[in-house]
Each structure stands twice: as structure tokens, then as C-alpha cells.
């Protein structure tokens, strides 16, 4: 089934490629026709006149001078959004307005054709116009959740809330923006899961890349074991661990010991970093203080039935000890800044 599944969409994105290259090759067509119909057809023949979308005079084809403004139009919008994504490849800030703007484009090329192909089918435009801002005022009325959505994309853009690329927490839902649109935004989570959501509900957002994520490590040791002798070993080499971990951008600080366990007592370690990076960071930091635990003989409990003698418990030297407070208070005053809440989580 996952097998078919993958063909099908491989089947669908060669179909889009094919028929994407089969209208750029008509559109390439046109503009050369377009360009060269003097030499090819005259100026005053009526056949360029129906190509050409800016010529107002004498009789044209109407059929054809439609398809003109179908190429003409769309294609001049497809190029500018192309040109629009080409940019957003360079900047990392400020893509959600381009997104915007790319939206419009693509929308309004297709209003413009409409407009002008009635204009060639000789339609009154101008009372067409006044009826449909008469008809819009009242479908407007009816449609105050869009005109919401609207709106409420705008100040999401130009009041900089999040941005393309973004990680927020909005309803529960953890994901990084990937499109802001006119009227829905979307997200896509660690697993690839896409929500969808309209603008408007946009109301509770917690934008997590416009600041450096706290990174919490527990790890427990025995209650025989000599916390100044593990705060020493600690001290020795919590740089390095932070050499280690390339994704850390401030620390690890050891914060302390957070909790007396049933089986063990739990050292707590911080750390801060990007949010994209938050997960790995986690493990590396797990694995590192495990490696660090083990090379100095440093237990990590867990549920066992003792049948031997108890374990002897090495005894902290004077040294270990001075080392551990003077560690403890230089660890103190480096994150005495944050708030209690900054480590809960």
C-alpha cells in the first residue's frame, strides 16, 4: 500500500513537472511571437493586434486576444513570484511578507485577466465594476469570518508575530511555519504532520525562535556517593561537555541538587540553545554526563536486588570539597538572572 502510495505521487509530481514545462514552452512561444510579430505578421496586421494586449486600435481576434492576456498576465506573475522565491533563499527574516506578497500576485494576475477579457468581450467594465463593489458590500456582510482571516494574516505579517521558519506552540500543536497565507496559515511538526489553521485562530501563540531554549539534564547518582566529589568531577569537565555538544550556545550550568529521589539523588544540569536544535541537545547532553559518570566511577542507580556486599563509596578529599562549593557559587551567579521558571521545564 506504501509502495503504491509513493508511485502515485511519483506519478503526480512527474505528470506537474511535465505539464509546468509543456506551459512554459507556450508561454516562451507567445513572447516571441509577441516580440517579433512586426517582422513576422506586421504591425497593422490583425493578427499581431489580437496577440499584442496593449494594442487599442483597429479590429483584433477576440478569442485570441483573450489567450493573450491569459499568458501575458499570468506569466508576468508567475515570474515575479519565481523572482520572489529566489529571493527568500538569501534572507533569513521577513519571508512571511514576501510569501504575502507572492499570494496577492498570483491572485490578482488572475482578476486582471478576467477584468480584460471581459473588457474584449466588450463588456460594460465600468458599470460591471460598480456592481460588483455593491454586490462585495453585501457578501462582505456575510463573509466577516474571511474578512477576519484577512486581516488578521496582515498583522500577523507587518507586526512581525512569527515569521517563516519560526517554531511556535499554538493550541498545543509544537511545529515550524511554513506558509503564511492570505487567509490560513500552516505549520509541520518533527514528524511531518501539517496543521492548517485559519488566521484568525491564531489567538494564543508561543513563538519559541525569537529566544534562546532552556535545555534541562537530569541525572540521578547513589545516596552513597559523595555529591562534592561528583561537583568537582563536574567542575573539571562541564567545558568540555559544552566543546562537545557544537549545538550549545551558552553552557551547561549545573544548577544544583533538584530532588532526593526513592532510588537516588537528581543533579540537574541547564543548557541553552536554538529551539530547532533542542531535542538533539537533550540526548547529547544525556549521553555526554553518562560518559563523564562513568570514566570517574560515578553510579547511576537503578532498581536491582542487592545480593553483595554494599559498595565502598570513595571519600572527597578536602581538595574536592573546596572545589565543589567554590563551583556551586561560581554556577550560581552565572544564571542568576533567569527566573525559577526558566528551569522547570
Not at 488578521?152 to 515569521?163: A, K, P, T
Not at 541525572?219 to 568531577?233: D, F, K, P, T
Request: glycine residues 8%; contains cysteine; hydrophobic residues 45%.
Amino acid at each position: 500500500m506504501i509502495a503504491f502510495k509513493e508511485k502515485s505521487e511519483k506519478t503526480q509530481k512527474v505528470v506537474g513537472i511535465i505539464f509546468t514545462v509543456i506551459l512554459l514552452c507556450l508561454a516562451a512561444a507567445y513572447f516571441v511571437l509577441l516580440i517579433g510579430g512586426p517582422r513576422f505578421f506586421g504591425e497593422d496586421s490583425q493578427l499581431y493586434r489580437s496577440l499584442n494586449p496593449f494594442s487599442g486600435a483597429g479590429d483584433y481576434i477576440k478569442w485570441i486576444r483573450i489567450i493573450s492576456y491569459a499568458f501575458f498576465f499570468i506569466t508576468i506573475g508567475y515570474l515575479i513570484r519565481v523572482f520572489i522565491n529566489w529571493i527568500l533563499t538569501f534572507i533569513k527574516k521577513g519571508k512571511a511578507i514576501f510569501n504575502l506578497l507572492g499570494s496577492f500576485i498570483k491572485y490578482l494576475s488572475v482578476l486582471i485577466v478576467i477584468f480584460m477579457s471581459l473588457k474584449a468581450l466588450n463588456v460594460d467594465t465600468g458599470t460591471l465594476l460598480a456592481g460588483i463593489g455593491i454586490l462585495s458590500l453585501i457578501v462582505g456582510l456575510g463573509a466577516q469570518p474571511l474578512i477576519e482571516d484577512i486581516i488578521s494574516g496582515l498583522f500577523i505579517v507587518f507586526e512581525n508575530v512569527f515569521d517563516v521558519g519560526d517554531i511556535i506552540i499554538v493550541d498545543g500543536f509544537r511545529g515550524t511555519v511554513r506558509d503564511i497565507g492570505i487567509r490560513t496559515t500552516r505549520f509541520e511538526d518533527t514528524a511531518g504532520n501539517f496543521k492548517i489553521m485559519n488566521n484568525s485562530d491564531l489567538r494564543t501563540v508561543i513563538n519559541l525562535t525569537d529566544h534562546l531554549t532552556l535545555v534541562p539534564c537530569v541525572v540521578q547518582i547513589e545516596y552513597g556517593e559523595s555529591i562534592e566529589r561528583v561537583e568537582a568531577v563536574v567542575k573539571d569537565h562541564i567545558e568540555e561537555i559544552g566543546k562537545a555538544i557544537p549545538d550549545i550556545v551558552e553552557g551547561p550550568f549545573y544548577k544544583g541538587v533538584s530532588e532526593l529521589g526513592s532510588s537516588g539523588v537528581e543533579l540537574k544540569f541547564v543548557a541553552r540553545c536554538e529551539e530547532a536544535n533542542r531535542f538533539q541537545v537533550e540526548r547529547d547532553m544525556n549521553r555526554q554526563f553518562k560518559l563523564l559518570f562513568d570514566a570517574h566511577n560515578i553510579n547511576i542507580p537503578f532498581t536491582q536486588v542487592v545480593i553483595h556486599q554494599p559498595t565502598v563509596f570513595e571519600t572527597p578529599k578536602a581538595s574536592d570539597k573546596k572545589k565543589a562549593t567554590e563551583f556551586v557559587e561560581s554556577q550560581r551567579e552565572n544564571t542568576a538572572e533567569a527566573s525559577d521558571n526558566d528551569y522547570r521545564a
